[in-house]
């Protein structure tokens, strides 16, 4: 079963002092930082980030309980709430005075419900009666006030990605309004009620801050709601509601995820993905909130595959071993009821001493999710998916049956629709470079090629030559299937590489399947191109016919003109290349030497005498004189002619 599980915690975590009855330990969600604050006499604090940059440990005077604790960003300024009125600020910053100074909030008879840094010297005091938005002056060891709003509030949630805070009002609390920051101004977004499950009167529901999260999910700010099980209603379940919160305009329920259970759940986003964890069966679902159900309904979306739990993780008894065998590990209690679950993808586990990232592991998803199709899109919109797509192609090969055609074509589509939308994306902004710098061209960034981009060359490198190899599989379907891929590539306007076409053509030679061979060139199946040309000449010795193919596609090309005289010279067709030279109006600028050093090859003295009496008329035609110019070094050619036809045979210059 460990082989089907699709999440797992980071093999890095973050390690910390873990809480005891003298250590609270608290999480700053904007710099992703954990506090390990020690009590008695002088306070001790051990901060542990992502990295030792982050880290930091100091000591700091004990004046009370510590509520609340976070470093701007940065690590500029510490900010530390032990009283319901005020909040205390030391300087981090290098030559700054470490003495303490405090900030009382403005609003009388108010409680501080805790505070979030906005800037690295901006910060945002929550109180039961509103939001006041200061300027910190570490210098001056003050803050002024910018703005403040008086609104009763339940309790509060930030988004430090998008430094957006949600404020919960009215008695139930499902009345939600939202607060955007940005550069020193606050701004009020358009307010939102949360709908609240049906209860027998005279019961009444209330929103609690554990049912509610923030999260950005592709590119886009999303309320989530986890609504539990009505009791009253025909419901099987429970359900995660996802309002979009944009940031002008109302706020719109926008989907619904069906649990299909009941109990404590846990929310997380990683890779724009939906993690719903459920502590009683100690497993997790995932929900794909851009892939739509079958049933057309947009809006209801069912686990993208079967519930799993995360992959078990072993807790190394000692530190870093000396021998290169790892330490001895325990297994860490997944699921804990000690976790604490943080946005997007942090899990904690206090008792422990442990912080994760955690982190979703495609491979295990190709065997769960059966529907290729489906499959495809839902690994296209992942991070790291390149080689497990190509990985996929190669699996749905191993059909080796035509029927699976349909399949390999659905998949080369949406692979090429990926493809084609990052060409076009990257087209467009060359075009805004090369036409200079306007408003528009400066707000375009260059398209940024993620790894769901599979080119031909990925496809030619890691699929199709291997396939092509094949013994085992018949040798129609592998050709069916590049052509396939052809098909899709010209069906998305994108421009076959060459190499392409060069498999097919190897692949009927090996074959022996030289009809159709003719049939796909003779009906423009493959695109013309100097390297097939080429690739066709060398053909001649297997295929007497690819020679005549090969000028034809030469001569279609019409900027292969020096190809085909090379072609019909190296073939001792000299009477052949001199006409076609003449039918594309090059004769007076060819290389006479050239000509002759190929018929006097040839060993055929008729011919030779014909090639050079030939450009002996070019010559007077151009100049006046038949004589060749020092500087076509046709020296020699002068004195072979001479000794096969006397000087009398050569042409007198004209009197005209």
Not at 23 to 28: G, M, S
Not at 444 to 465: C, E, F, G, N, W
Request: hydrophobic share 40%; net charge positive.
């Amino acid at each position: 079963m460990d082989r089907e599980c699709y999440l797992e915690l980071s093999g890095s975590p973050v390690q910390f002092e873990r809480a005891t009855s003298v250590n609270n330990v608290f999480f700053d969600e904007a710099n992703k930082q954990v506090f390990a604050v020690r009590s008695g006499g002088a306070t001790g604090v051990v901060v542990k980030g992502p990295d030792d940059k982050s880290s930091v440990a100091f000591r700091m005077d004990d004046k009370g309980e510590v509520k609340c604790i976070k470093f701007s960003i940065g690590n500029k300024i510490l900010a530390v709430q032990r009283m319901s009125k005020s909040v205390d600020f030391i300087n981090f910053i290098p030559d700054y005075p470490l003495t303490e100074f405090s900030q009382e909030c403005k609003t009388k008879n108010a409680s501080v419900l805790g505070f979030c840094w906005t800037n690295w010297n901006e910060i945002v005091f929550v109180t039961d009666q509103g939001i006041e938005f200061y300027q910190v002056f570490p210098d001056k060891r003050s803050l002024k006030l910018l703005k403040s709003q008086s609104i009763n509030v339940n309790w509060y949630q930030y988004c430090p990605e998008t430094a957006v805070m949600l404020l919960s009002t009215t008695v139930q609390g499902n009345v939600l309004q939202p607060f955007a920051f940005r550069s020193g101004t606050m701004s009020k977004m358009s307010k939102f009620e949360i709908e609240l499950p049906v209860v027998p009167k005279p019961a009444k529901l209330s929103l609690s801050e554990r049912d509610i999260a923030m999260a950005t999910i592709y590119g886009q700010l999303f309320v989530m709601y986890l609504k539990h099980h009505s009791r009253t209603a025909n419901s099987p379940g429970a359900e995660v509601v996802l309002y979009h919160l944009p940031r002008e305009g109302l706020c719109k329920k926008s989907h619904v995820l069906k649990l299909n259970t009941t109990g404590k759940f846990a929310l997380n986003i990683v890779d724009n993905l939906v993690v719903v964890h459920h502590q009683s069966t100690q497993t997790s679902l995932i929900y794909d909130i851009k892939l739509k159900e079958a049933d057309g309904s947009v809006n209801t979306h069912q686990p993208v595959l079967p519930a799993r739990s995360i992959h078990p993780y072993g807790i190394p008894l000692s530190g870093p071993a000396v021998v290169p065998a790892p330490p001895p590990a325990v297994p860490c209690q997944l699921y804990s009821s000690s976790w604490s679950v943080f946005q997007p993808d942090i899990i904690i586990s206090a008792s422990e001493g442990y912080l994760w990232y955690l982190q979703v592991k495609l491979p295990p998803t190709v065997q769960l999710l059966q529907d290729k199709g489906k499959l495809m899109d839902f690994l296209l919109r992942r991070r790291d998916c390149k080689m497990v797509i190509l990985s996929v192609c190669c699996q749905i090969l191993e059909g080796r049956e035509t029927g699976s055609l349909p399949v390999v074509a659905t998949v080369f589509d949406k692979l090429n629709q990926v493809y084609k939308d990052y060409l076009e994306a990257e087209q467009s902004y060359t075009l805004a470079m090369e036409s200079g710098p306007s408003r528009s061209s400066v707000l375009q960034k260059r398209p940024i090629r993620t790894q769901a981009v599979i080119d031909q060359s990925d496809m030619y490198t890691h699929v199709l030559s291997a396939f092509t190899e094949r013994k085992d599989v018949c040798h129609r379907f592998i050709i069916a299937v590049l052509m396939e891929y052809i098909r899709s590539l010209n069906q998305f306007q994108i421009t076959v590489q060459h190499y392409l076409y060069e498999l097919v053509i190897k692949t009927l030679v090996q074959h022996n399947l030289f009809y159709m061979l003719h049939q796909f060139l003779q009906y423009h199946v493959l695109s013309d191109s100097k390297p097939l040309a080429c690739l066709l000449l060398s053909l001649e010795s297997t295929y007497p016919p690819a020679h005549q193919l090969s000028l034809d596609m030469l001569k279609r090309l019409s900027t292969a003109n020096d190809e085909i005289v090379e072609v019909l010279l190296s073939k001792q067709q000299v009477l052949a290349a001199l006409r076609f030279i003449r039918s594309v109006g090059g004769h007076d600028n060819v290389s006479a030497r050239k000509f002759l050093d190929a018929a006097q090859q040839t060993g055929d003295q008729m011919l030779f005498y014909t090639v050079f009496r030939s450009f002996q008329q070019r010559n007077q035609r151009l100049r006046g004189s038949p004589s060749f110019n020092p500087g076509e070094h046709c020296e020699e050619h002068v004195v072979h002619f001479k000794q096969l036809f006397g000087d009398q045979a050569l042409m007198k210059p004209s009197t005209a």
